[in-house]
């Protein structure tokens, strides 16, 4: 079956403009989770989107906001960005039952602001 | 919050060569997964090993839980097992965990033919 489906993969964009990333779960899943990966921090959980709710967020500004739609198709917006932005955003899907869930991740989509 | 350190943070290896990734928790938990990092930035399954030890091919992980650590045993190394390896480790306080996983700096591995 199909995995977890990020797009863009790339995209480029400069200081003060948004930026929306899509990620598409595999079949069956309802958990969707986003992580930022940068060279700095690592990697850092932004939030989780179970049944069009966020259940959990992480230590990031307002800037960062996501959405999940009825179908767990989940995208995350960025806006007003900062060079500090740059970054890989990687997203993740689960069964998203109670208890532990093993999270599959997507191919990411690759930040670079200008 | 729950800390995962893993070591050691570089790792240089001849192909064929045997190798041993550790990764210690702070605290416990009922999630834990490791995963390589290809080269153009997705993290792959390896294991989910919240306890015990599984094997999948020259890969074989153990989780001793009682103790907070894991360990990722990689046997006959090739140039294709070049990567970052991470531990990602999940801790549910009431539910409140979801979709969290906490990551380790990761090692990097580098195999040379």
């Given at each position: 079956k199909a995995g977890v489906t990020q797009t863009p993969r790339y995209l480029i964009k400069t200081r003060g403009q948004q930026v929306t990333l899509s990620c598409s779960p595999i079949s069956g899943h309802r958990s969707v989770s986003w992580y930022q990966q940068t060279p700095g921090q690592g990697l850092q959980f932004l939030f989780e989107y179970f049944s069009e709710t966020q259940r959990n967020k992480g230590n990031f500004p307002g800037r960062f906001s996501g959405r999940q739609f009825s179908n767990s198709r989940s995208e995350m917006n960025v806006s007003t960005l900062e060079l500090g932005d740059s970054a890989l955003y990687l997203c993740a899907s689960s069964l998203?039952?109670?208890?532990a869930n093993v999270l599959t991740f997507g191919a990411g989509s690759r930040l670079t602001v200008l | 919050g729950i800390q995962v350190e893993q070591s050691p943070p570089d790792l240089i290896l001849q192909e064929g060569a045997n190798s041993t990734l550790r990764c210690n928790f702070s605290d416990s938990v009922n999630n834990l997964q490791w995963f390589h990092q290809n080269p153009w930035g997705q993290l792959i399954n390896l294991f989910y090993i919240p306890s015990g030890t599984k094997q999948n091919g020259r890969l074989s992980a153990t989780t001793v839980a009682t103790e907070r650590y894991s360990l990722l045993y990689i046997s006959s190394s090739q140039t294709t097992d070049s990567g970052v390896y991470f531990c990602a480790v999940e801790r549910n306080l009431g539910g409140t965990s979801y979709g969290k996983l906490t990551f380790g700096q990761g090692t990097i591995l580098t195999v040379h033919p």
């Open positions: 998203g039952g109670s208890g | -």
